[in-house]
């Protein structure tokens, strides 16, 4: 968070109640650093929207000693916890293996429901408040499932796992944390040569010709597509494309093209940014496919 959006939810946090204080910390929270923050404070939110800062968070605060207050959401879904409790289940209990990076692209490209924060943020202030005065029945233990679209909550029993790596009986994760990026299979492979930018129509079409996996998308407007397009084209407006995104996965192998415009190298930056790193423009669009035919 930059320090102007910091310095502003400090304002209006003061605004709202005076005995607040707010601890900015202007750093991205790491293995390098989480065990020198965490031991400042009682209790642990889980205000984050990747995988691998919940393993961090749960393991840090098992080490520790902290209650972790989790939540997290996607779409019209959302789920609360209370783990690392001194008898309840940890992060890993519930989880002990992170979902396949696919899962994990479909969570980051698909975005959530504008309310679903406030609601699963507000649940979590509650167990908080719970925690704090020591009142009524955590979710220690347990799972709660909220479904937007049909307006219901339901209840999933979690264990404490006796093998688990972080607060099982023999443990073998201590102060020298792991890296989470590798875990979850999220870490970039940095020497691996950048892909291609662009696709000429020869090699387009010896790949159609060998019938290679390929995500191959016209990004005109209907009408052009309807009047011509490349077999085996895909027709998605780039003003659609957007809405389609999580219809792909960061495996495939993408080429997007249009006409003589600019509107297939705006599809490919905009893909790019949801790291759809293979993600290729046909050189010259359409009118070069037509030439090359």
């Known amino acids: ?39 400042h404070y009682d209790i642990v939110v889980d205000g984050t929207d990747n995988v ?18 989790h939540g997290s959401i996607f779409r019209f879904q959302g789920q609360v916890a209370v783990l690392c409790t ?54 220690i233990g347990r799972l709660l499932v909220f479904d937007g679209v049909n307006m219901r909550f339901r209840e999933v029993r979690l264990q404490k796992d006796p ?9 073998t994760i201590t102060r020298d944390l792991p890296d ?42 209907p009408a052009e597509y309807t009047d011509s397009h490349i077999p085996g084209a895909r027709s998605i407006p780039l003003a659609e494309l957007l809405f389609h995104v999580h219809e792909f996965t960061w495996a495939d192998d993408i080429v997007v093209y249009s006409g003589a415009d600019t509107r297939a190298q705006q599809a490919a930056e905009r893909l790019r940014k949801f790291k759809f790193r293979r993600t290729r423009v046909l050189t010259g669009g359409f009118q070069s496919w037509l030439k090359a035919a």
């Not at 919940?54 to 207050?69: H, Q, T």
Request: neutral net charge; proline residues 11%; hydrophobic residues 45%.
């Open 1 to 39: 968070m930059g320090r102007l959006k910091v310095d502003s939810a400090r304002d209006t946090l003061r605004e709202i109640n005076p005995l607040v204080e707010v601890e900015a910390y202007n750093a991205l929270l790491s293995r390098t650093n989480v065990l020198e923050i965490i031991p």
């Open 52 to 69: 691998p800062p919940r393993y961090l968070l749960s393991d840090a605060c098992v080490l520790l000693g902290k209650p972790f207050v």
């Open 86 to 139: 001194k008898d309840g289940p940890c992060f890993r209990c519930a989880f002990p293996a992170p979902p396949p990076p696919e899962i994990v692209q479909k969570i980051a490209v698909g975005g959530v429901i504008g309310v679903q924060p406030g609601i699963i943020g507000c649940l979590q202030a509650l167990e908080v408040i719970k925690l704090i005065v020591g009142k009524g029945k955590p979710l």
């Open 163 to 171: 093998d688990c790596l972080a607060c099982g009986a023999h443990a």
């Open 180 to 221: 989470y990026e590798a875990f979850c299979g999220l870490r970039p492979q940095a020497a691996s040569p950048a892909p291609k930018a662009e696709i000429i129509p020869n090699e387009l079409a010896g790949l159609l010709r060998e019938t290679k996996p390929l995500v191959l998308l016209d990004v005109r407007e």
